[in-house]
């Protein structure tokens, strides 16, 4: 092989490191080199050895040679109370993940659940895994929640939070007519909340009249 050539006879560093960036080059690609045997599989007249390039197994560490690891929750945003289901990939085949929710938002880690875990990675280096959203510390908090292989050493993070929902209505009286209604009448025609400022084309009111307003606060322990 050429490789081995150059390994085997070259005397100077550039041609090493050349052949190391066309290494790294396949690996990064998902290449590699392997021995094929053409015709019988034994030995003698007729069966030749050659190489080609053909693409690594799923489940080779090499396809995570470079380090893509990542680690994802499947929301954004959770109640508290809520459990935060977790999936990570790109790690090393059975390899041991470390997992660690902190707070980010400069929150005192007092609570429970703030400890770090472990989980065992399967044969093409995927893991899940669960959180509890403790409400003993999480109400409007941000989290970070971070893996670390063991044996790879690669880092994945992402963040989530536990934010108070509030959300904001004026009522929308249509005309003077129905100045006295109750907002939120069920049926066409009457007033009714909405989300955003009012105007001409949906309110009228006088000066000095009250304007209702409700607050909404939602994902309150």
Same mark, same amino acid.
């Given at each position: 092989?050429?490789?081995?050539?150059?390994?085997?006879?070259?005397?100077?560093?550039?041609?090493?490191?050349?052949?190391?960036?066309?290494?790294?080059?396949?690996?990064?690609?998902?290449?590699?080199?392997?021995?094929?045997?053409?015709?019988?599989?034994?030995?003698?007249?007729?069966?030749?050895?050659?190489?080609?390039?053909?693409?690594?197994?799923?489940?080779?560490?090499?396809?995570?040679?470079?380090?893509? !690891? %990542?680690?994802? &929750? @499947?929301?954004?945003?959770?109640?508290?109370?809520?459990?935060? *289901? +977790?999936?990570?990939?790109?790690?090393?085949?059975n390899e041991i993940v470390t997992l660690q929710v902190i707070h980010t938002d400069g929150t005192a880690e007092g609570g429970?659940?703030?400890?770090?875990?472990?989980?065992?990675?399967?044969?093409?280096?995927?893991?899940?895994?669960?959180?509890?959203?403790?409400?003993?510390?999480?109400?409007?908090?941000?989290?970070?929640?971070?893996?670390?292989?063991?044996?790879?050493?690669?880092?994945? !993070? %992402?963040?989530? &939070? @536990?934010?108070?929902?509030?959300?904001?209505?004026?009522?929308? *009286? +249509?005309?003077?007519?129905h100045l006295n209604d109750p907002c939120g009448t069920v049926g066409n025609g009457h007033p009714d909340w909405a989300n955003?400022?009012?105007?001409?084309?949906?309110?009228?009111?006088?000066?000095?009249?009250?304007?209702?307003?409700?607050?909404?606060?939602?994902?309150?322990?």
């Open positions: 092989m050429r490789i081995r050539k150059i390994f085997g006879y070259s005397k100077t560093t550039t041609a090493v490191l050349l052949v190391l960036a066309g290494t790294l080059s396949l690996l990064a690609a998902g290449f590699y080199t392997t021995p094929k045997t053409n015709g019988s599989s034994a030995k003698g007249a007729g069966a030749t050895s050659k190489t080609f390039l053909g693409q690594l197994p799923s489940k080779s560490p090499f396809m995570n040679f470079l380090g893509d !690891a %990542t680690v994802t &929750t @499947d929301l954004a945003d959770y109640a508290p109370g809520a459990t935060v *289901n +977790i999936s990570g990939s790109g790690f090393w085949s429970e659940g703030h400890e770090p875990w472990t989980v065992i990675a399967d044969a093409n280096g995927n893991f899940s895994s669960s959180w509890y959203v403790n409400p003993d510390d999480s109400v409007g908090s941000s989290f970070k929640l971070t893996a670390i292989g063991a044996s790879s050493g690669f880092t994945a !993070a %992402t963040t989530f &939070t @536990d934010n108070i929902g509030v959300n904001l209505d004026q009522c929308q *009286n +249509i005309d003077l007519t955003g400022d009012i105007n001409k084309q949906n309110s009228q009111y006088r000066e000095g009249d009250g304007l209702p307003y409700r607050a909404a606060f939602t994902q309150v322990p």
